[in-house]
């Protein structure tokens, strides 16, 4: 599940920097896999609580499988929205190259790798890691919002595809927040308690 999620934030990004709207839809359609995938999990996770009644740590286990399978489905339909953007530009080509929205998906990438090496290994320390790269997403977040600002006060004609622009940028934060989510949810289950990591 982690590597479809993966694929659809890189395949999203691709889709807007090349303005492949064959690609975007591709991600669009994709969506469903994942969605899937988290019927699935949670279906599982229902029948082991019923049938093995797991307390402590196990039940943690399974609760926090839940989580994270809720913030990768979150992730995954922010990945589409950002592919639905791509489909909304009517130009044939962007107001700016993009430099610090491909930047912030690499952060929020290289946060989903660390996030789930963390639960795979139960690593705490790599999951408490996730909210400094978090700072760092919000920060870029802001300078894009502010670039884009400066960009429509002086030519008022990008207004409509500098808004989807900062939509974009607004998603790959959002991906980040629930990469935080994810890492939270590894701290739960290794501590037995749930720091606040976006903070």
């Avoid at 064959?22 to 609580?49: G, S």
């Avoid at 992730?75 to 592919?83: C, H, K, N, P, T």
């Avoid at 808004?163 to 501590?191: C, Q």
């Amino acid at each position: 599940m982690g590597n479809l999620v993966e694929e659809a934030i890189e395949k999203s990004l691709e889709s807007l920097s090349n303005l492949d709207k064959d690609l975007a839809r591709k991600v669009v359609e994709d969506d469903v896999k994942v969605n899937e995938m988290e019927d699935q999990i949670e279906t599982l996770a229902v029948q082991l609580v019923a049938t093995q009644q797991p307390v402590a740590k196990d039940l943690r286990k399974i609760i926090a499988a839940i989580k994270i399978a809720s913030s990768l489905e979150r992730m995954a339909d922010l990945s589409r929205d950002i592919a639905k953007v791509t489909i909304r530009i009517e130009e044939d080509h962007l107001l700016k190259p993009l430099v610090d929205i491909p930047q912030m998906a690499q952060m929020v990438k290289q946060m989903l790798t660390n996030g789930l090496k963390s639960y795979i290994e139960e690593n705490v320390e790599l999951a408490f890691g996730l909210a400094e790269i978090d700072d760092k997403v919000d920060k870029l977040y802001s300078t894009v919002l502010r670039d884009l600002l400066e960009i429509m006060t002086k030519k008022p004609e990008t207004l409509s595809q500098a808004m989807l622009l900062s939509f974009v940028a607004r998603y790959i934060e959002r991906i980040g927040d629930h990469a935080t989510n994810i890492g939270e949810s590894v701290i739960y289950l290794v501590k037995g308690n749930k720091p606040d990591l976006n903070l």
